[in-house]
């Protein structure tokens, strides 16, 4: 069974930038049918979309967010990683991985999500 | 960006009911319309893909229909285990939007 895990810190201060990881197990990420990607939820909010990557290292992202964003991809550990520069105290939120469907792009599988909180 | 709107924002049902949720694209989306349900401390659980696919393991008793800009999810025979946020997502643009979730307590 697929299952993907995010790892990285949970306290990040204001202007620094986050890094987190996702791990792929019991599948790879070399896959022509699927992105890889990160979405994000600020405490009793909705559902925001960060940005993809596909195994190729192809990358889409949210305009909101695409000056601040960059997603990357590691095949040889199976991982691929989101950084987010100039962290607000309006980016603290659980932020999410997740495997996206190519053709359709609907997020069938997803990490448990790890809440990063923006304070000095 | 495709703006979803969910209605309503929050309904009370009980055990056994039939609910819909409506879910309302700021322009057509053909049947790029996905349905997650949410509980709390959880990630989002994908229900329903392309408007009316039943995603894996998902329920019989939740069905989607609806196309172009209008759609809805229904819950037949609600289960205690169905209490939860729902969010409707469009993926026909980039960014794939979220409606704003239904709390269904």
């Known amino acids: 069974q697929l299952q993907l895990q995010e790892s990285g810190p949970g306290l990040v201060k204001p202007s620094e930038t986050l890094s987190l990881t996702c791990t792929v197990s019991g599948g790879s990420v070399i896959s022509s049918s699927y992105y890889w990607g990160w979405l994000r939820q600020p405490p009793g909010k909705g559902l925001e979309w960060i940005g993809n990557?596909?195994?190729?290292?192809?990358?889409y992202y949210n305009s909101s967010l695409r000056s601040r964003v960059t997603v990357s991809v590691d095949t040889s550990k199976n991982q691929f990683s989101l950084r987010l520069s100039s962290m607000a105290a309006a980016d603290t939120a659980v932020y999410y991985c997740?495997?996206?469907?190519?053709?359709?792009?609907?997020?069938?599988?997803w990490g448990l999500g790890t809440l990063v909180t923006v304070s000095s | 960006d495709i703006q979803m709107t969910q209605s309503p924002s929050s309904l009370s049902a009980s055990v056994g009911d039939r609910l819909s949720i409506t879910c309302r694209a700021s322009q057509s989306i053909d049947d790029y319309l996905n349905w997650y349900q949410q509980k709390p401390g959880k990630a989002p659980r994908l229900l329903i893909y392309?408007?009316?696919n039943l995603g894996s393991g998902v329920p019989s008793r939740f069905s989607g229909s609806g196309s172009g800009t209008d759609f809805t999810l229904t819950v037949s025979n609600l289960q205690p285990e169905d209490f939860a946020i729902y969010y409707c997502q469009q993926s026909y643009g980039t960014p794939g939007t979220f409606g704003q979730g239904t709390r269904v307590e």
């Open positions: 997740a495997r996206q469907v190519v053709r359709t792009r609907y997020f069938d599988f």
């Open positions: 990557i596909y195994y190729s290292g192809h990358t």
């Open positions: 392309s408007a009316s």
